[in-house]
């Protein structure tokens, strides 16, 4: 499988925390979002979900 020349790599990791530098590459940021799996459908595959990073009685 080839890769365009600005398809990122799975395990690309961008220079800093930076927003995206350019149009095109929101684009490519936001196909990977749509692809991205929803908690259910990861527990289906038996897979581990994103932890719940605080719960409604912690946010006192």
């Known amino acids: 499988m080839s ?3 600005h398809e990122l790599d799975k395990n690309h990791e ?3 925390g ?3 530098h350019d ?3 929101m684009e490519q940021l936001g196909k990977q979002m749509d692809k991205l ?3 259910e459908e990861l527990k289906e595959d ?4 994103d932890p719940v990073q ?4 912690d946010k006192d």
């Open 46 to 49: 038996k897979k581990q979900p």
């Open 23 to 25: 149009m095109e590459e």
């Open 3 to 5: 890769k365009s020349k």
């Open 37 to 39: 799996r929803t908690n």
């Open 14 to 16: 961008p220079e800093n």
């Open 54 to 57: 605080y719960k409604e009685k």
């Open 18 to 20: 930076s927003m995206a």
